[in-house]
DNA sequence: GTTTGTAACGAACACTGTTCGTAACATACA
DNA sequence: TGTATGTTACGAACAGTGTTCGTTACAAAC
């Protein structure tokens, strides 16, 4: 759809058309999804396409402008909310969850993209999302836009956290668990006496109960500073 | 001191005591502080001590291993708080505030360690104290438990952000809020009209906000749910 | 003085991202 | 039909990376 409806040259169709900037990231994205971020090599996607590595710098900047890319894809998947003042909590609660979800599914994209400030168009539809169902619940502009950077933390955080847990959920906090056990008390007489509820709960329980903390705390008024 | 307190063998004492594993994370620590940690290569440690980068595995398991140590000794140098009822909250700002700054001044390590569960006595020794501060307020365990996990993710993110502007801090502020005044005010009427108060305040103001609604929220009661 | 064990070296392996000179190819023009 | 053209893709090469391991050197113990 680039070729004709931008004839820049006489002689714009090119030649062949298997490598596109679509289908590198489309390539780049499964062996995400399957093999986590550091098997995503620019070797490695241009073996699933058939060439090799060099050929993949035409369309696409570099890895860290494929890491972008398949950031941008991922956050375009995720269906957004029209802000409804009588329940912007939930909806915030089901965006943030659906964007955790996303970043869960392809392990190590949280971690990689986690602070760049957003420049897409995509992800700033959902920054904008995010601002809209905050400005719904009646917070002043400041501490909304603050707010979003706050959750935009710990949508992040969770997610790293939850691709820890992907492979065995209970092996990791049993595990936690022994080593808090194990600790002398008299040293860490809190974590010892706490190791329960330290490594209580399951992500999507600690991670709706961050959100809900985030909202509490931002509607509250400004009390001791 | 090693050598004379663990003689586990009768040919205990090393040929020659240039290399260690105090002198391999000191030179480590070196090239993080100057160039960050991409920069804290094997063969760029081992050069700093005159060697070659196979000789450092004897002391150090690996890269990974080696990043740890290196966190583990950065999180040694903060200072502790003596939890006291009266004004937990201030104890609460001025350690976390410790924590993100020296993060910030290993660029790159807040990344690279965010999330692993905390292992060396000296981390648990920050969580047993970031703990005996929360429950100082009051808090129940459970609440005060997940509140540590919170405040983890935004020292994290609060150091990751504040690397991005060591550079030039207003520079950064700058272009983002030009790109955002450019977008088509139809499609982000939100960031558009609100663009000023998504990058209003330093990075300093924005984490003692966001620390403030962490706690005010947590100790808000469960509303909403 | 010989043996012994540990510590250090440094070459080698399998990778990584990136650059760039070269070759192929369908298209546009003569 | 033949030549010129500009885009496209290739793949070798470069400078790195983490890690392994066979070999060597050296100071202490017998």
Redesign the pocket.
Known sequence: MD?SSRP?????????????AEAIIDAALAILKSDGL?????????AA??????????????????QEAMFDRIIATIELETPDPSRWRAQLHSLLGRLRDALVAHPGIAAATMVDPPRTEVVLGLLENLLGLLLASGLEPQRAAWAADILAAQVSYAAIEAELRRTDPTALAAQVTANFARLPADRFPLITAHAEQLVAGGVDERFRFAVDVVIDGVLATTSAR
């Not at 550091?38 to 241009?46: E, F, L, N, Y």
């Not at 090799?52 to 860290?64: D, H, I, K, P």
């Open positions: 070729s820049r040259s006489t002689r714009d169709r090119p030649a062949k058309a298997p490598l596109s550091d098997a995503v090599s620019m070797r490695r996607v241009a396409l058939d060439t090799g590595a060099g050929s993949l710098y035409v369309y696409v900047t570099g890895r860290e402008g494929l």
